[in-house]
């Protein structure tokens, strides 16, 4: 018994030892023109790997040389802790977070290494940044806030006797409650009403889509976490109901949604990766560089979804419209 | 003094399966002595313990100790009065503390518990002489904790924590019936030796006969809830308890 | 050794959550599941408490004050209301997560503007003297005779009663003083990572057993004393194996798997090694 205590403690003392000197990030000659990159990511997720995809293929793109350390916290708040701190202590030259609690935690982290997040949507009230044009940091980075506006618009455009709006969203998430807000501010002048339900666990789906699924003409789906797990759920209860269904993101689309006039986490990405070629390659300063938020939306649409609302493909709404596959 | 009036208990009241155990019972047991009480199973010893300490509560009657009514206090309150000996030797005990600890915490009953150092070292000599007393070593384990001891010791230290602040009235509920024969004899001449010194008013309940003669000044033996003998414990012969109680038993078979 | 040290500091944070756990589970035997809800209701305390301008050691300490209503609130659910304690801490877990919310209005505050108790020093350094002040605290009050009253009720309710006392009064401040350990440790994690936030809560029961559990396995002379010094000493190893599993740049979907295994390769090495001592030691412990 006290062999074996002494040979797990061993073992541990082994392994810090290991760690200390830190293999992993060894500089050969060739490797010297490479930039470092961390990756953290908050959790599984497609929109957040869509933007950690499209990041790795923009520098690609543009050329830039880099060296990709890739951590997925898995949800756990503490990992993204001791995450930030391994690439503080890698000296990466560079670390990218995605989604909110990864980029606090990175700014926990360091106040010198650059940190540029994606997949957040309110990097002021985050406190990421002092303010979207002038960060005032070593944060920058992209807001996944989508073009609200255009969107509920759609609704409109489609059926202009629309009204009230349903909304699902999960109350553990602060991006949502954002963009619930959002909706409120934007709807009156619109001539539409939101009918916002929260949950907390997605075993209150259902119920919560048969609480509104009679009170109200469409359902709007914001980028949650928790609604893209059950985006089927949705748009099949919607077309069951032949309500009117936008979203917030394309992917949504793609999962029965009818339609978004909206951004591609994928492009998001890419349009971070150009940031990070200015800070890398160009010098700059991560207080110089202005977060922004998505430049390109794109309207898409779901075919079979479509037909299932008997909706006429005719309408003005479609024109530049691309069908999603 | 203990005295019993007019107690009354069922269970089940107002079904099909109402059981009467007591009707206008009436019990009482005289101070400094040793009482044993006997019966067949069902004949109400132990539920007549259990209103006396408090864990179950007549629907009638009175309960008087030492001209205190005990009757209305809750189980709590009344074990400040009173001692009790469990059969199941974990009961009295806390296994996961030492003999010290638990002799401390009994030393303790009765004069409040506070955010103050529990073991008194000055009291551990007290505590030695106690254990002494017992003949069994125990006094020399007094950091040994209580899950370590056998049956026999628990019991016997159970008993010590039980009489340490000399209650008012000592309740032994088959306290040996749980351990064998030669540990059961070595509980019940230290139990004797105790109540005998300090002159304890003891009620004990005994599935033993014998143990209820040899061990006790008076003899009562209960069936269906009534007194059917009351003797003092000299003036009684096993043989005779025994003759009695199977006599009993065939006015059961006959009705 | 950056790491090591972060490890650490996370280990002596979570080490309060694990004594407060050490109190509710080990020695009252009661499941209290309500963890879950108080470990971040101490962070959103703090986060009001700090932004209504009081001082981060006087904010910290209110949240451990109030994060003992949690305690009071289950319990009650169990006796007032004779709900299966397991239930009455899963009821109490539900209640906090909209108590949270409702606190500060949001589900994540950033602490980034605020001090923290952090500043005054080493962050290292500072841990270890709240976690010593806290064991010593702890190991204290075991000793007195209420916390051995406390011990008693979690071994033997009977004997409690035979002493007069009223067991749920020590289960209530068991509850009480376990929940405000929970709470303080989440006040403390809070102003670490910098942010409050809602998901806090997630796994962290698993957090505090594993420490619980891992503790148990060092060394098995046992008093009540060094049972707080274990649940230290588990929750720092715990850590710093996750770490360890973090820096080696082990694939990122098997981070939660890893953190399940060392748990389960603690528990069977406990399994194991008391039942060597059991056939060693047959002879001699059992007579009487």
Known sequence: ?????????????????????????????????????????????????????????????????????????????????????????????????????????????????????????????????????SPGGNVTGTSDLSPMDRQLQLFKDLDPNTKKIGIIFNTSEPNSQVQVELAKKIAPGLGLEIVDVGISNINDIPQALDSIVNKVDGIYTITDNMVASAIGLVSKKAIENNLITIAGEDSHVSSGILMTDGISYYELGKQTARMAKEILVDGKSPSDIPSEKAINTSKVFNEETLNSLTIDINNDVFKDANKID | MLKITKLSKSFNKESDNELHIFNDFNLEIEENKCTAIIGPNGCGKSTLLNIISGSIMADQGEIMLDENDIGKLSEEKRAIHIGRVHQDPSMGVSPSLTILENMSLADKKGEGFALRKLVNKKRIPKYIELLKDLDLGLEDKLDTKVKFLSGGQRQSLSLIMAAMKFPDLLLLDEHTAALDPKTSHVVMSKTKELIDKYKMTTIMISHNMKDAIDYSDRVIMLDKGEIVLDKASKDITEDEIMDFYRSKLDEHLLQ | MKLLITSLEQGLIFSI????????????????????????????????FISIGVNPILSTLLAFVFGTMAGLLTTTLFTKLKIRPLLAGILTMTILYSVNLKINGKSNIPLFSYRSIYDSGSTLLILLIIVLVVKILLDLFLKTETGYLLIATGDNEALVKSLGENSTKYKLI???????????????????????????????????????????????????LKNTTRAIIGAIIYKIIGGIAIDLGLNPNDLRAINAIIVIVFIAYNNAASNLFRFKGKGGVQNA
């Open chain 3, 174 to 224: 068991g509850l009480m003083i376990a929940n405000g350990l929970v709470a303080l440790s989440g006040a403390l994690m809070a102003q670490y990572q910098g942010f409050v936030d809602i998901t806090m809560g997630a796994s962290i029961i698993v957090v505090a057993l594993a420490s619980i559990i891992i503790g148990d396995t060092i060394k098995k002379k046992s008093t009540w």
């Open chain 3, 17 to 48: 959550l694990a004594m407060g756990m050490l109190i509710t589970y080990k020695i009252l035997d009661v499941s209290d599941l309500s963890v879950e809800g108080t470990f971040p209701f101490g962070a959103f305390l703090f986060a009001r």
């Open chain 1, 1 to 133: 018994m006290k062999k074996f205590s002494k040979v797990i403690l061993l073992g541990l003392v082994a392994a810090v030892l290991m760690t200390g000197c830190s293999v992993g990030k060894s500089v050969s000659a060739d490797d010297e023109n490479k930039f470092e990159i961390g990756i953290i990511q908050l959790a599984e997720h497609p929109a957040l790997d869509d933007a950690r995809r499209g990041f790795e293929d923009g520098l690609k793109e543009l050329g830039v040389d880099v060296e990709i350390s890739y951590q997925n916290a898995q949800g756990d708040l503490p990992a993204t802790k001791t995450i930030s701190d391994k690439f503080v202590k890698d000296e990466v030259d560079l670390i990218y977070a995605i989604a909110t609690n990864a980029a606090q935690s990175a700014k926990q982290a360091t106040s010198e290494i650059p940190v540029l997040f994606s997949a957040v949507t309110d990097p002021v009230s985050a406190e990421l940044v002092d303010s979207m044009e």
